[in-house]
């Protein structure tokens, strides 16, 4: 609080941090709903736009607890497609023969020819022998069969 005593007036309008929300009828600041991003000076209890409320849904890929300054990426094997998730279990494993190797992520990549997964893979697994799985391209591409990981 600005002390303006000797214009005759305390100055009490401090703006809300990251994480809250004031509105015009409740200047109190309040924790950001869940599923909602607050980047402070946040003035509406759902923003829906960084330009008209300084907030804004959560994005897809990831989800918001209540108090959010910043969004929380669904982990590897997981996905979400839509705006305004909430929580950790919002975020969806990806289904059998997709894989997700990446945080974050809106959807998740099919398996290619001759691999498969199984629910909430991070890669996928290459059928027939000497054959090694790429993330590049989701294909299984042969190997000489010689390598060896403790050389």
Known sequence: MRD???YQTVD??????????STLEDTQCRRCEPG???????SRKLPTSVALHRGELC???????????APTACPE?????RYGAAALTDCLLCD???YNDLTG????????????????????????????FSHVDASCR???????VDD
């Open 59 to 69: 994005p897809k890929g990831h989800y918001c607890p209540a108090g959010s300054r």
């Open 77 to 81: 094997g997981a996905y979400l497609d």
């Open 36 to 42: 909602h991003l607050c980047y402070g000076k946040t």
């Open 105 to 132: 992520q809106s959807g998740c990549r099919p398996c290619g020819a001759y691999a498969t997964a199984d629910e909430g893979a991070t890669a996928c697994q290459c059928t027939g022998a000497f054959r090694v």
């Open 142 to 148: 042969c190997s000489s069969g010689y390598d060896s």
């Open 96 to 98: 059998a023969d997709s």
């Open 4 to 6: 303006n005593s000797a």
């Open 12 to 21: 009490s309008c401090l703006p809300c941090p990251a994480g809250t929300y």
